[in-house]
């Protein structure tokens, strides 16, 4: 096998913070995180032999938190430090880690929303805030 491809990925529940329960941030680290860990330790053996590739889909979502995403955040942050460990601890430089920063993308069929834009516009000024 010569790459694996981590790509699957929701948002799960918008609120703020103090809104959510553990079974939203459970739902997403799920799909977001703990399924990309599981199918990457799965095939990593096939990966090795092969000398092949990991590929490893994260978001800005992973360096920049905002409001009302933090099930999401989380999970994202997640995958961040997975795939930096576990680089560090193969030495697989065939490790590839794309951050999607704020590209439109959907999410379960839905497309982007006037929410998101306006989050979306929340993290550029984040973002330029830290720079």
Known sequence: ?????????????????????????????????LGLIDVTMAFLPLIKKARGRIVNMSSIGGRVSGP???????????????????????????LVRFSTELYKTFCRGNPVSPVDETINLLYIQKRQSIH
Do not use: T
């Open 68 to 94: 009302g995403l933090a099930p999401y955040h989380v999970s994202k942050y997640g995958v961040e430090a997975f795939s930096d460990s576990i680089r560090q601890a193969l030495f697989l430089h065939q």
């Open 1 to 33: 096998m010569w790459a694996v491809l981590n790509n699957a990925g929701i948002i799960g529940r918008r609120a703020p913070a103090e809104w959510l329960v553990k079974a939203d941030y459970e739902e997403v680290l799920a799909v977001n995180c």
